[in-house]
């Protein structure tokens, strides 16, 4: 574990920061690329699809240990909610004898990971580094998934950012090189009527907070605007909120505080809210009332609050 309690995760030999976070680190990050909930695969998979995502079948990673070098198997495979330009990733140990380039092993259960959607993974880890961030350079990722056609090998690149940089989770930038093999339009059709990934919480601590936010403000270039409790910073199609542990009461009522910062709560569009809390509730699982639709309890999906709204 790191000092802050965050799990290493990629390379360990992170380059030297050079200081204080300055400058816009890509203005041209405009969407999320996928979050990752982590807990036993099976049990998680069962979750999930009791709350009406359909997920995509199992699938075995196959991971770089540092940039350059060619991925091999890891311990670790996935299943997935694809919504066409985002996802969630359920992922778990499925093989502890095999490799873990990626430290999954150290991981408790929960909502560990926010990857970012870039075009030019090499590029934005030099700007990282530049700006103060610590990047590990471009990690090469695969995984062989089934496809109408057969199986097709999923590529992708992601710059893992310093654990140590980032108290609430794991924080990367990523590249689809098949984005077809991923997003298959079967996959897309989900009984809850799930659309994409509208907004992603974090809790911070307080003595961290505007260091966290203000990371978050240079990598997606946007300016923070308040709404009671929770500072969001939007763009295109991100949307970030933040909150002070300090406030997660009153902003996330009810809900577990796994660490002093955390990746707390995905905000998911669906067709239809109400429809959605029928299939969920049916399923055995209580829900909260939001304004807007409704929420499950972290406690009830392994670490990540979902909450449920109108597209």
């Not at 961290?208 to 709404?227: H, M, N, S």
């Not at 002093?260 to 995905?266: D, L, R, T, V």
Request: charged letters at 25%; aromatic letters at 8%.
């Amino acid at each position: 574990m790191s000092e802050n309690g965050v799990p290493p995760f990629g390379t360990s030999r992170w380059p030297a920061s050079p200081g204080r976070l300055v400058g816009v680190i890509n203005e041209h990050i405009n969407r999320f690329h996928h979050t990752g909930v982590k807990g036993d695969l099976d049990a998680l998979a069962a979750k999930y699809r009791s709350f009406g995502f359909l997920l995509t079948p199992r699938s075995r990673h196959l991971m770089s240990e540092r940039p350059g070098a060619a991925p091999t198997l890891g311990c670790t495979a996935n299943e997935c909610a694809v919504f066409g330009d985002s996802y969630i990733e359920l992922f778990g140990v499925v093989d502890p004898a095999a490799p873990d380039p990626w430290h999954a092993k150290t991981l408790a259960d929960g909502f560990w990971i926010l990857n970012l959607d870039t075009d030019d993974p090499a590029a934005d880890s030099a700007r990282l580094a530049a700006a103060g961030l610590p990047a590990s350079g471009v990690h090469e990722l695969a995984r062989d998934v089934d496809t109408e056609a057969g199986v097709r090998t999923m590529r992708a690149r992601t710059v893992h950012i310093d654990p140590h940089s980032t108290p609430e989770g794991l924080l990367g930038l990523s590249q689809h090189r098949t984005p077809e093999y991923v997003h298959q339009q079967r996959y897309l059709g989900h009984p809850n009527g799930a659309r994409g990934i509208a907004a992603v919480t974090t809790v911070v601590a307080d003595d961290r907070f505007d260091e966290v936010v203000d990371r978050y403000r240079r990598i997606i270039a946007a300016e923070p605007v308040l709404e009671g409790p929770v500072t969001v910073l939007a763009h295109k199609e991100i949307r970030m909120e933040f909150v002070r542990a300090s406030a997660a009461g009153e902003a996330l009522p009810g809900e577990p505080a796994p660490r002093a910062s955390y990746f707390a709560a995905m905000t998911i569009r669906v067709d239809a809210p109400d429809r959605a809390r029928r299939l969920v509730e049916s399923a055995g699982t209580q829900t909260r009332s939001l304004p807007d639709g409704f929420s499950v309890s972290a406690r009830d999906a392994y670490g990540a609050c979902l909450r449920f709204v109108s597209c």
